[in-house]
C-alpha cells in the first residue's frame, strides 16, 4: 500500500473529454481503488450531470474539491534547476522511501507556508490521517501520510531535511547499489548453474530497510 503518491491534473475532462481551457473551474475527485489513490478530473458540467448530486460515499470518491485550471507554462531549462523543497519532496514521493516519512511531512508544511502547496483535503487511510496537497500553480496532488512523530525526533528530523537540501538524496550519488533498468549485473540469479558454489542469498542482500 502506498501512502505517498503525486496525481497530476489532467488537460482534459475525465467524462466528456473535452479539453480544459485556461482559468476554466474544474473539479478534481480522488479515489481509493485497491488501496491506490487515483485522481479524476472532470469539468463543471459533468460534476453536476453526474457527480454532485450524490453524496461521496455513493460515489465512491473519498475527497473532492474545486480549481481553477491554469495552462501549464514550459518547464525551466535542465541547467537552471536545482534542488529545492519541492523537487526533494516529489523525488521522495516518487521513491516511497518509508525512512523519510517525517521529513517528507516537514518538506510538504514548509512548501505548504509558502503557499506553494495547500492542504486540499485530511481523509483517514487505514487509520492514519493523508493530507490531501495540492500545488498551487500546476495542479499536481500529493497525499501524504502524518507521520507518528515524537517532539523529540524533530530536531533530528530537521536535520535530515537540512541535509536533503543541501546535499540531494543519499542514493542519487551511488548510482552503482540500484539496479536500474536491465543492465544490472545480478547475472547470479538467471546463470546459478555457471556458479554452483555461489549462494544465491548473497545477491539479493540488501534488504536492510
Ligand atoms: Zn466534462
Redesign the pocket.
Known amino acids: 500500500m502506498n501512502d505517498w503518491n503525486i496525481q497530476s491534473r489532467s488537460r482534459l475532462?475525465h467524462?466528456?473529454e473535452?479539453g480544459f481551457e485556461d482559468q476554466q473551474i474544474y473539479r478534481s475527485l480522488l479515489f481509493i481503488d485497491q488501496g491506490e489513490y487515483a485522481r479524476k478530473d472532470?469539468?463543471e458540467?459533468?460534476w453536476i450531470s453526474q457527480y454532485s448530486a450524490g453524496s461521496g460515499a455513493t460515489k465512491g470518491f473519498v475527497s473532492h474539491w474545486r480549481g481553477r485550471y491554469v495552462s501549464p507554462s514550459p518547464p525551466p531549462p535542465e541547467a537552471i534547476r536545482k534542488d529545492t523543497a519541492e523537487s526533494i519532496l516529489r523525488k521522495l514521493v516518487e521513491k516511497n522511501l518509508p525512512e523519510y516519512a517525517g521529513a517528507l511531512y516537514i518538506l510538504a508544511v514548509m512548501l505548504e507556508r509558502k503557499r506553494v502547496l495547500k492542504v486540499r483535503d485530511q481523509i483517514k487511510k487505514a487509520g492514519t490521517r493523508v493530507f490531501v496537497y495540492e500545488h498551487a500553480k500546476n495542479g499536481d496532488v500529493f497525499t501524504i501520510a502524518e507521520p507518528d512523530l515524537r517532539l523529540d525526533e524533530l530536531e533530528k528530523i530537521q536535520h535530515i531535511v537540512a541535509d536533503l537540501m543541501e546535499n540531494g538524496l543519499p542514493d542519487e550519488k551511488t548510482d552503482t547499489t540500484e539496479s536500474e533498468g536491465g543492465e544490472a549485473p545480478e547475472n547470479n540469479i538467471e546463470a546459478p548453474e555457471e556458479t554452483p558454489g555461489q549462494p544465491l542469498e548473497e545477491s539479493v542482500s540488501n534488504e536492510h530497510i
Open positions: 475532462c467524462e466528456c473535452q472532470v469539468c458540467s459533468c
